[in-house]
């Protein structure tokens, strides 16, 4: 079992840049392929980008490709996501998630979940 506890979250104005990170404890990160989603209010939470668990495969929605990056750092137990040239639809909670399956961007997949933070894109 992992615990994930997500950070890093906040306002920022359109054309920013902030950067999420997820911290794992419990088993180590490594063990998971990990992923980060989003859910806007009144919206489904929908997949943003996930990594596979040696990190050499990265997945991305296509209204983040090339703007957002993930990244993993093992020794640190931690997973990073990278987010610039933000936008105000870009605004919702983030979650970090990890699934001791196959690497997917389906939120079932995956196992285990933080509580989230929030990012905020002001026009």
């Known amino acids: 079992q992992v615990q994930l506890v997500e950070s890093g979250g906040g306002l920022v104005q359109a054309g920013g840049s902030l950067r999420l990170s997820c911290a794992a404890s419990?088993?180590?990160?490594?063990?998971?392929?990990m992923g980060w989603f989003r859910q806007a209010p009144g919206k489904e939470r929908e997949f943003v980008a996930a990594?596979?668990?040696?990190?050499?495969?990265?997945l991305y929605a296509d209204s983040v490709k090339g703007r957002f990056s993930i990244s993993r750092d093992d020794a640190k137990n931690t997973v990073y996501l990278q987010m610039n040239s933000l936008k105000p639809e870009d605004t919702a909670v983030y979650y970090c998630?990890?699934?001791?399956?196959?690497?997917?961007?389906?939120?079932?997949?995956?196992?285990?979940w933080g509580q989230g933070t929030q990012v905020t894109v002001s026009s």
């Open positions: 998630a990890a699934s001791s399956g196959v690497l997917s961007t389906r939120s079932r997949n995956y196992d285990y």
């Open positions: 419990g088993r180590t990160s490594s063990s998971y392929a």
């Open positions: 990594i596979s668990r040696i990190g050499g495969t990265t």
